[in-house]
């Protein structure tokens, strides 16, 4: 069975600075994808960025990028010049690619950013 | 873009009564949805996949009696909490994958989710 874990269970950085969030993942497939979900305090789950197994290049959107590391199975995201509306419960997921599979998300970590 | 909604968003009922969650895709079809709970500060616990036209799919642990999903149309499944008590007070979210065509691929797109209150 696929796990995420997340270690991290709260983290704090200063407005403007950066912060990395850690992931890792098990899993025997090889064709996946992977997740960093934004849960802010309305509770919406939204998608910060997705990265495909088999895409050697790191995904990037806006300020927020991620460290793949598919051999160590390790998955971070790098927050830049983070802002007030950035803090929220940031979840690491894991999914296999066909149509239907799950998510499998990780415990989350709580980021605080601080004025 | 996509939008999945989720109905009531606040529901408070008495112990012992049934409660109905809906959770609608509003501008794609999904065969499949998926049900998650989720305790404050904590992570999502999938409970279980609704597919459309059969039964549902239920993670370890979740009680199929208690837990009542019907996947009744292709944009329509519902989660019923069946006799419920103070300890399935909790935060209910569904999901739904949507066809990405360019990525060759799929996303998921979550409701707003649902806080139940059981007094």
């Known amino acids: 069975a696929q796990t995420v874990t997340q270690s991290q269970p709260e983290m704090s950085v200063q407005e403007a600075e950066t912060v990395t969030l850690s992931c890792t993942y098990d899993t025997s497939e090889s064709d996946y994808y992977l997740f960093w979900y934004k849960q802010p305090p309305s509770r919406q789950m939204i998608l910060v960025i997705r990265?495909?197994?088999?895409?050697?290049q790191n995904a990037t959107e806006n300020r927020f990028s991620v460290n793949f590391q598919k051999a160590a199975k390790s998955f971070s995201l790098k927050i830049s010049d983070s802002q007030l509306g950035d803090a929220a419960m940031y979840f690491c997921?894991?999914?296999?690619?066909?149509?239907?599979?799950?998510?499998?998300f990780g415990a989350g970590t709580i980021l605080r950013v601080k004025s | 873009g996509a939008v999945v909604s989720q109905h009531p968003s606040r529901v408070i009922c008495k112990s012992g009564t049934s409660v109905k969650i809906e959770c609608r895709s509003l501008?794609?079809?999904?065969?499949?949805m998926f049900w998650y709970r989720q305790f404050p500060k904590k992570s999502l616990m999938l409970m279980a996949t609704?597919?459309?036209?059969?039964?549902?799919?239920?993670e370890q642990g979740v009680e199929k009696d208690k837990f009542l999903i019907n996947h009744a149309s292709l944009t329509l499944s519902t989660l019923t909490v069946t006799s419920a008590h103070p300890e399935d007070s909790s935060f209910y979210i569904c999901?739904?994958?949507?066809?990405?065509?360019?990525?060759?691929?799929?996303?998921?797109?979550f409701g707003p989710g649902t806080r139940l209150t059981v007094t």
């Open positions: 501008d794609f079809q999904a065969t499949t």
């Open positions: 997921a894991y999914r296999r690619r066909e149509y239907g599979n799950k998510l499998v």
């Open positions: 609704s597919n459309e036209g059969s039964k549902a799919t239920y």
């Open positions: 999901s739904a994958p949507r066809a990405d065509l360019a990525a060759f691929s799929y996303e998921q797109y």
């Open positions: 990265q495909e197994a088999y895409k050697q």
